[in-house]
């Protein structure tokens, strides 16, 4: 096989395994992140030359939106807590419970194929924003009703934030993507 084969399937290789990073973003994990050090691995064994390969200012690009992908994140959530009056602790278990409820999510939806679990997923992230949330206030001495309103707060903006983070992790693959087929960055 010549080498521009070779290189055309880890570029279809490179945009697939972002594809699916974007979507275990949808989990709470780091997939933006796993976009960044795929693009940073592609630009060592191919770096920008000849019409193809991947050059460090798409590696920056990609890096500064995954950046702003996590401060957006935070922002929506940790925004719409701290203007309910939320504490640390609440904002801590909000965190730990988006983990937790993402990733039940995703396995109770699993039943319906693809958008049952990235639905649930979604849902469940939010529900355990929420429930975090109202535990880490409660725990911390609040009545019910501030706690409910921290909570309640904490689960909008945890949507906010996923849907943000989602949007700007569809721009890094589409900028993967033009990297190594259109040589633009």
Same mark, same amino acid.
């Given at each position: 096989m010549s080498s521009e084969v070779i290189y055309w399937i880890w570029?279809?290789?490179?945009?697939?395994?972002?594809?699916?990073?974007?979507?275990?973003t949808l989990f709470s994990l780091p997939g933006n992140w796993v976009m960044v050090g795929l693009i940073i691995i592609f630009a060592l064994f191919y770096p920008e030359g000849e019409g193809r390969g991947v050059g460090w200012? &798409?590696?920056?690009?990609?890096? #500064?939106?995954a950046v702003v992908g996590?401060?957006?994140?935070?922002?929506?959530?940790?925004? &719409?807590?701290a203007k309910e009056g939320g504490s640390r602790? &609440?904002?801590l278990l909000a965190i730990?419970? !988006?983990?937790?409820?993402?990733?039940?999510?995703?396995?109770?939806?699993v039943p319906i194929?693809?958008? #049952?679990?990235?639905?649930?997923a979604v849902g469940g992230g939010a529900l355990g924003a929420?429930?975090?949330?109202?535990?880490?206030e409660t725990w911390k001495g609040k009545t019910s009703a501030e706690s409910l309103a921290v909570s309640k707060a904490a689960l909008i903006g945890r949507?906010? &934030? !996923?849907?943000?983070k989602l949007i700007v992790g569809a721009v890094m693959v589409v900028v993967i993507a033009l990297a190594v087929f259109v040589g633009w960055l």
């Open positions: 570029a279809a290789l490179l945009v697939l395994c972002a594809v699916a990073a974007w979507f275990a200012i &798409g590696v920056a690009v990609v890096a #500064g939106l996590e401060v957006i994140e935070f922002a929506a959530g940790a925004a &719409g807590a602790r &609440g904002m730990l419970g !988006t983990v937790v409820g993402s990733i039940a999510g995703a396995i109770i939806g194929p693809v958008v #049952g679990s990235i639905i649930a929420f429930c975090g949330a109202y535990l880490g949507l906010l &934030g !996923t849907m943000a």
